[in-house]
């Protein structure tokens, strides 16, 4: 990554201009002759940074997880003073909100150009968005921070983003019936965890 901000803001532009043509035209607009045209830039100057198509997926995605972490951080610190009544409701309606919003998250996910880079970021991303699952659920004193959190918390977000996916892919507002049985599944399961660990939210 650049360190001057110059640097930083070119590289910005570049990824900006990567994205409307992934949006507009798919992954196989992503050349690196496409990419500089678009960005208005020179392939010298693009080369530093993203020598090639994958580097730019790569780089894309990075920016995706980057964002969905982001909005999970920010649960993290409101769980515990906002006391939610239905923390899956909560969750799974703002996580359908950024795929509304994010067409180039959904361009890149639904296309078929992923690299194995961007695969193998994708199951440490998910791991990461446990571990916010689980800060949630410890917060809103659902559970303890044991051994077995991990696990279930990740779980719960492989199901999530299965059931997310296919509802985006069915419908490019997100398919509301599909996304309901989401939260209905994923309401039963909140239930049994709150068994498991014997806690009650504070009312």
């Known amino acids: 990554m650049p360190q001057q901000a110059r640097s930083k803001a070119r ?8 994205e409307r043509l992934l949006v507009e035209e798919g992954v196989e607009a992503l050349t690196t002759t496409r990419v500089a045209a678009e960005a208005k830039v020179s392939i010298g100057s693009l080369y530093q940074y993203l020598p090639d198509r994958d580097a730019i997926i790569d780089a894309l995605a990075s920016g995706y997880f980057g964002k969905l972490e982001a909005l999970m951080e920010g649960f993290v610190q409101g769980a515990a003073e906002q006391r939610w009544g239905d923390p899956v409701g909560v969750l799974v309606d703002a996580y359908a909100g950024l795929y ?5 998250f959904r361009a890149l996910w639904f296309g078929s150009g992923l690299t194995e880079r961007t695969r ?16 949630v659920l410890v917060a809103l004193g659902v559970a303890r921070d ?21 509802a985006f892919r069915r419908d490019p507002e997100g398919d509301a019936a599909l996304l309901e049985e989401a939260k209905v599944m994923l309401r039963g399961y909140l239930a049994a965890l709150e068994e498991r660990y014997g806690g009650r939210r504070d009312q």
């Open 100 to 104: 509304r919003t994010e067409h180039g």
């Open 146 to 166: 044991d051994d077995s959190l991990p696990r279930a918390c990740h779980a719960a977000v492989l199901t999530a983003d299965a059931l997310a996916q296919e």
């Open 120 to 135: 193998a970021a994708d199951r440490e991303h998910k791991l990461r968005m446990a571990d916010g699952i689980g800060r």
């Open 11 to 18: 590289l910005a532009r570049v990824l900006e201009a990567a």
